[in-house]
């Protein structure tokens, strides 16, 4: 038995920042949208646990998940499980937490997984995978892993421009708070509040929100995603922003034609960037695992 999955990458539609928590994390307001740019986790019944990403060197987010299974008394059989990489890696596309979430999918299919001890694992390996666990769109708050699911908004797509960097997160965070990035607790509850308000099923979300705090560090760190920002909006995109933590760049358009508008910037960014491709949001449900 083989099953098979799809990782949805993600884009931050907004990203307010807060102040570091107890925790160490930082407080955040954010929408994460799930994008067509997936990875695909292939996932076998095996003699003992492996996580294979060809091409991928260093920790996987994936491993860690299936071991805190282990250590939490999962009793699913032991998992082959290989993962063919679309997302850019450490681009702000949460590559590694959408794994992450797909290797929890997917052990929830294969024997019992209560939900709580799923919520908890996914908070456990990041802020970004309990996003994942149900793709979609999605108003988050806390460090990232209080996530209410929300309809869909306007029709829009993605020009997605990946950057030849890559960017730790920790490295943006800590970039942030350098620059005095974050805002006070006032203003965050104040983002909340227009955020929510706006997030209306068919709304188009207004610029004054299309804002992600962390671009500043980004830049700082990676000046080239400027250009990047630039093209995309040469492009036609209506608005340009830099995923999570950077350094992909997402080209936003709205509209009944989005896609098209989408796929035809992507053929004069690819002259620039060749890894440029169009993508669109994904409904909650996508990426469930199936059999094959």
């Not at 994008?35 to 994936?62: F, I, T």
């Not at 908890?120 to 996003?131: C, I, Q, W, Y």
Request: hydrophobic share 50%; proline share 7%.
């Amino acid at each position: 038995m083989t099953l098979l999955a799809l990782a949805p990458g993600k884009v931050n539609l907004c990203l307010f920042l807060g102040g570091v928590r107890e925790d160490g994390r930082h407080e955040l307001v954010t929408v994460f949208e799930s994008v067509s740019l997936a990875d695909e986790l292939e996932v076998s019944v095996a003699g003992q646990d492996e996580v294979v990403c060809p091409g991928v060197d260093g920790p996987n987010l994936a491993e860690v998940a299936l071991a805190l299974l282990r250590a939490r008394g999962w009793a699913g059989p032991a998992l082959h499980v290989e993962i063919r990489k679309r997302i850019p890696v450490a681009g702000g596309m949460g590559g590694g937490s959408a794994d992450a979430a797909a290797l929890l999918r997917i052990a929830a299919r294969l024997a019992e997984l209560p939900d709580q001890l799923l919520q908890e694992l996914a908070a456990e390996l990041g802020a970004d995978v309990p996003s994942q666990l149900a793709p979609g769109l999605a108003l988050a708050t806390g460090a990232g892993e209080q996530v209410q699911s929300r309809a869909p908004i306007a029709p829009h797509a993605f020009a997605i421009v990946p950057q030849a960097r890559r960017l730790a997160t920790v490295d943006v965070y800590r970039e942030a708070d350098r620059l005095g990035l974050p805002r006070a607790h006032g203003e965050l509850a104040e983002k909340l509040d227009a955020v929510s308000a706006a997030l209306s099923p068919g709304a188009e979300l207004p610029a004054s929100l299309l804002v992600n705090d962390l671009e500043p560090a980004s830049l700082s760190l990676h000046p080239p995603i400027a250009g990047a920002l630039d093209a995309a909006r040469d492009a036609g995109a209506d608005h340009a922003l830099v995923c999570g933590s950077g350094p992909t760049v997402a080209g936003l358009f709205w509209g009944a034609d989005a896609d098209a508008r989408a796929t035809r910037a992507i053929e004069r960014l690819r002259e620039r960037f060749p890894g440029a491709r169009a993508a669109g949001p994904v409904e909650s449900g996508a990426g469930s695992p199936v059999f094959a």
